[in-house]
């Protein structure tokens, strides 16, 4: 203890080098305690927030009842049997899955086109191009869900466009199709910029001359971009697609505010019908506890394949 | 001239996605100055309704606690979340350790944990405590988050070990140190943190909706939803509500825009 109480500072005072080294071995275990009481803050909340939230989650799901009375359920796995024959289940977790299988794709390689062609050191108005792209992110999802369904309204903007040049208005949110539709393209409207400043930090990092060297040897932009950049990128493209990834299994507020999850449960996500099993109607917090946990192992098991797939490429 | 040409394709792919990008922005803008069937018939130049629908929205709703409510929210999230999370950075870096490296390890695992995973039990543990339909409650699990502290953490790495030990030689305590030395050189690090974390608080609505249940205490985004929910839609006052809950991050973002960028992806770097 008296170790933890010595002051530094002392260094050219002491003559008797035993003495000066336990009192830097005192300064260094007082250090690293300081450092413990500067992460205890933090890692309490994240402990209280995440981890203990998410044990009490498991604990829930293996529990049945309404409301606050609740009890173990019998079989114990009862609520992860009854997902399995919920077709309203299947349907949104379907859903999500396109979301996921369609719009991602087509999200990250447009995120790529676009900051490899902001990076281009020729390029014109750049700030402007990049604010452009960028500005969306600064739009909170409901907002952008709200102005999406009013241009997509049967007798809104995009309707009226449609039949000034000659088509038939189409029911973009009454139909499953349509539906999902335009949601992958609001997906892409929010997010495609949010990605592209990844990618151009990471284009930062790529050595120009290696691009040089490729145009030299007589690749033309195409190749230079497939064979020289995108490896390059690699990092950045696993980071974004486990991000995105997700980001998209958690799909809420746009399920919620564009499409209201209809018509029906057509485009509804799984995290969607987890809050209407959980917080509407006839709250029941055991059902929605095991929705979660299954959002929660998709998370981890797709983050999982991800790592193995970006690394095994390398 | 040939030389011209071969970015032609390039002016446009970025000219349409800026198109794209652009429109649903400048149509909310405009929506707000027009009455609900101008909205609906497309037009697409600035109308005289905008005092109208002003009117309006603040007879339909309680705008300014709305208003009010947000700004809180993402103020004192702010405020908490850079204390809190730049003092773990620091922490994890200046002192570090072999144990601090497992606990960060095991921090950062939170975050691959979906928020729908940990909802229900912070709902239940928020009504034991009884604050449902508080603010305190709406902010207290947005305060640490790993992303956070994995931002100061790295860029804690540029903060010059010899200043460090110079100011322990000056005799200052680790406490002054952090607080005198180490805020003022990084104030990039804080802006780009804050730009983030001001911008993820107003703009969070699932938590807030499943927390705050009393109509009068709603945040922005639960107003603009609230808003569209009738069973007829004005959508006139509607896009100009749209646009008053996105003018404080648009503005934030278009003035901050590099520190966003940097908040982002600072982590990774």
């Given at each position: 203890m008296s170790a933890l109480t010595t002051t530094p500072g002392g260094r050219g005072g002491s003559s008797d080098a035993r003495d000066l080294k336990r009192r830097w071995l005192g300064t260094d275990r007082r250090h690293n305690l300081t450092g413990w009481a500067f992460l205890l803050p933090a890692a309490l909340l994240i402990v209280l927030v995440s981890f203990v939230p998410m044990i009490q989650a498991f604990i829930l799901s293996l529990q049945t009842g309404r409301g606050t009375r609740l009890e173990f359920a019998d079989p114990l796995w009862y609520n992860y049997q009854r997902l399995l024959g919920d077709e309203i289940f299947k349907q949104t977790l379907g859903n999500t899955l396109i979301y996921l299988v369609i719009q991602v794709p087509i999200m990250l390689i447009l995120a790529m086109v676009l900051a490899n062609l902001l990076n281009n050191p020729n390029l014109r108005f750049k700030a402007f191009w990049r604010t452009a792209i960028f500005l969306?992110?600064?739009?909170s999802l409901v907002s952008y869900s709200l102005v999406f369904r009013t241009m997509f309204a049967n007798d809104g903007f995009v309707n009226d466009v449609l039949t000034t040049f000659g088509g038939q208005p189409v029911n973009w949110l009454g139909e499953a199709d349509t539906a999902r539709f335009v949601l992958i393209l609001g997906l892409l409207w929010r997010w495609t910029g949010y990605n592209m400043i990844f990618f151009l930090a990471g284009l930062q990092n790529i050595d120009r001359s290696t691009l040089e060297a490729a145009r030299v040897d007589g690749a033309n932009a195409l190749q230079v971009f497939w064979r020289v950049t995108v490896p390059q990128l690699r990092p950045i493209i696993l980071l974004t697609a486990i991000m995105s990834t997700n980001g998209t299994l958690q799909l809420f507020d746009e399920s919620w505010a564009l499409t209201r999850g209809g018509p029906a449960y057509a485009s509804m996500s799984v995290s969607h019908y987890l809050y209407e099993v959980s917080f509407?109607?006839?709250?029941n917090f055991g059902y929605g506890a095991a929705l979660a946990y299954v959002i929660l192992i998709l998370v981890a098991v797709l983050a999982f394949i991800q790592m193995k797939v970006g690394d095994k490429r390398g | 001239m040939a030389k011209r040409l071969r970015g032609l394709p390039g002016y446009l792919v970025l000219g349409i996605w800026t198109v794209f990008s652009l429109f649903p922005l400048y149509f909310m803008a405009v929506s707000a100055t027009n009455s609900s069937q101008d909205v609906l018939a497309s037009r697409l130049i600035p109308g005289t309704e905008l005092f109208t629908n002003i009117a309006a929205l603040f007879a339909a709703q309680d705008v300014a606690r709305a208003m009010g409510s947000s700004f809180a929210i993402a103020a004192g999230t702010t405020v908490l979340a850079l204390l809190v999370c730049s003092v773990a950075g620091y922490g994890f870096e200046v002192y570090h350790s072999k144990g601090k490296d497992v606990l960060m390890g095991v921090l950062l695992l939170?975050?691959?944990?979906?928020?729908a995973a940990t909802m229900i039990p912070l709902f239940q543990v928020f009504a034991k405590l009884g604050l449902?339909?508080?603010l305190v409650a709406v902010i207290v699990p947005s305060v640490s988050t790993p992303l956070l502290i994995l931002l100061f953490r790295q860029s804690s790495r540029s903060f010059p070990s010899e200043i460090l030990e110079a100011a322990r030689m000056d005799g200052l305590n680790e406490l002054s140190i952090f607080a005198r030395i180490y805020v003022p050189t990084m104030r990039a690090t804080f802006a780009a943190a804050g730009v983030i974390t001001f911008m993820m608080a107003w703009n969070n609505y699932l938590w807030p909706r499943v927390i705050l249940i009393k109509n009068e205490v709603q945040t922005m985004p639960m107003l603009i939803v609230n808003l569209s929910?009738?069973?007829?839609?004005?959508y006139g006052v509607l896009m100009l509500a749209v646009l008053l809950a996105s003018l404080p991050t648009v503005v934030v973002f278009l003035v901050l825009q590099r520190s966003f960028a940097n908040g982002i992806t600072g982590a990774i770097k």
């Amino acid at each position: 203890m008296s170790a933890l109480t010595t002051t530094p500072g002392g260094r050219g005072g002491s003559s008797d080098a035993r003495d000066l080294k336990r009192r830097w071995l005192g300064t260094d275990r007082r250090h690293n305690l300081t450092g413990w009481a500067f992460l205890l803050p933090a890692a309490l909340l994240i402990v209280l927030v995440s981890f203990v939230p998410m044990i009490q989650a498991f604990i829930l799901s293996l529990q049945t009842g309404r409301g606050t009375r609740l009890e173990f359920a019998d079989p114990l796995w009862y609520n992860y049997q009854r997902l399995l024959g919920d077709e309203i289940f299947k349907q949104t977790l379907g859903n999500t899955l396109i979301y996921l299988v369609i719009q991602v794709p087509i999200m990250l390689i447009l995120a790529m086109v676009l900051a490899n062609l902001l990076n281009n050191p020729n390029l014109r108005f750049k700030a402007f191009w990049r604010t452009a792209i960028f500005l969306p992110c600064a739009v909170s999802l409901v907002s952008y869900s709200l102005v999406f369904r009013t241009m997509f309204a049967n007798d809104g903007f995009v309707n009226d466009v449609l039949t000034t040049f000659g088509g038939q208005p189409v029911n973009w949110l009454g139909e499953a199709d349509t539906a999902r539709f335009v949601l992958i393209l609001g997906l892409l409207w929010r997010w495609t910029g949010y990605n592209m400043i990844f990618f151009l930090a990471g284009l930062q990092n790529i050595d120009r001359s290696t691009l040089e060297a490729a145009r030299v040897d007589g690749a033309n932009a195409l190749q230079v971009f497939w064979r020289v950049t995108v490896p390059q990128l690699r990092p950045i493209i696993l980071l974004t697609a486990i991000m995105s990834t997700n980001g998209t299994l958690q799909l809420f507020d746009e399920s919620w505010a564009l499409t209201r999850g209809g018509p029906a449960y057509a485009s509804m996500s799984v995290s969607h019908y987890l809050y209407e099993v959980s917080f509407q109607r006839n709250p029941n917090f055991g059902y929605g506890a095991a929705l979660a946990y299954v959002i929660l192992i998709l998370v981890a098991v797709l983050a999982f394949i991800q790592m193995k797939v970006g690394d095994k490429r390398g | 001239m040939a030389k011209r040409l071969r970015g032609l394709p390039g002016y446009l792919v970025l000219g349409i996605w800026t198109v794209f990008s652009l429109f649903p922005l400048y149509f909310m803008a405009v929506s707000a100055t027009n009455s609900s069937q101008d909205v609906l018939a497309s037009r697409l130049i600035p109308g005289t309704e905008l005092f109208t629908n002003i009117a309006a929205l603040f007879a339909a709703q309680d705008v300014a606690r709305a208003m009010g409510s947000s700004f809180a929210i993402a103020a004192g999230t702010t405020v908490l979340a850079l204390l809190v999370c730049s003092v773990a950075g620091y922490g994890f870096e200046v002192y570090h350790s072999k144990g601090k490296d497992v606990l960060m390890g095991v921090l950062l695992l939170a975050m691959m944990i979906p928020f729908a995973a940990t909802m229900i039990p912070l709902f239940q543990v928020f009504a034991k405590l009884g604050l449902v339909n508080s603010l305190v409650a709406v902010i207290v699990p947005s305060v640490s988050t790993p992303l956070l502290i994995l931002l100061f953490r790295q860029s804690s790495r540029s903060f010059p070990s010899e200043i460090l030990e110079a100011a322990r030689m000056d005799g200052l305590n680790e406490l002054s140190i952090f607080a005198r030395i180490y805020v003022p050189t990084m104030r990039a690090t804080f802006a780009a943190a804050g730009v983030i974390t001001f911008m993820m608080a107003w703009n969070n609505y699932l938590w807030p909706r499943v927390i705050l249940i009393k109509n009068e205490v709603q945040t922005m985004p639960m107003l603009i939803v609230n808003l569209s929910a009738g069973y007829v839609t004005d959508y006139g006052v509607l896009m100009l509500a749209v646009l008053l809950a996105s003018l404080p991050t648009v503005v934030v973002f278009l003035v901050l825009q590099r520190s966003f960028a940097n908040g982002i992806t600072g982590a990774i770097k």
